[in-house]
């Protein structure tokens, strides 16, 4: 049996994270599905272009019909990889009216890129 506590999902660490970083400690089973969850959403050249142009949009928010002329795809298509990224937890939204505005979650991408951040050692940044 291993010694190795089990860190939650959603609950933060002693530093603030809910994950442990690539480079620090493996993850377990359930933090690898979650990721891999997150990583599987942006895996597609359509959405992570989608993620993109919401994550950095002026004021943090971006209608519909802004994004679909941004591509050579129709508006299902691009409806369908918007819902993926919802499901996934990268972004929400909202209907106005006949339109629906979209912005990025910023606790899930905090996530990411505390996963994906690779400590600072003394030798790496001199």
């Known amino acids: 049996m291993s010694k190795q506590e089990l860190m939650v999902l ?3 660490d002693e530093n603030g994270a809910c994950c442990p970083g690539l480079a ?18 942006l895996g597609d050249p359509v959405r992570l ?10 004021g943090g928010e971006v209608c519909v019909c802004d994004l679909t002329p941004a591509f050579d795809l ?3 298509t691009i409806s369908h990889h ?7 937890g990268l972004i929400d939204c909202e209907r106005r009216g006949t339109w629906v505005y979209y912005w990025a979650l910023p606790a ?19």
Not at 24 to 41: C, G, H, Y
Not at 82 to 88: D, E, F, P, S, V
């Open 24 to 41: 620090t400690a493996p993850l377990n089973e359930d933090q690898a599905a979650e990721l891999a969850r997150l990583f599987k959403a």
């Open 74 to 76: 129709s508006q299902p």
């Open 49 to 58: 272009r989608l993620m993109s142009m919401i994550a950095s949009q002026a």
């Open 82 to 88: 918007l819902k993926l990224l919802r499901q996934a």
């Open 10 to 12: 959603g609950q933060a």
């Open 108 to 126: 899930t991408l905090d996530r990411l890129a505390a996963f994906l951040k690779t400590p600072q050692t003394s030798a790496a940044t001199a």
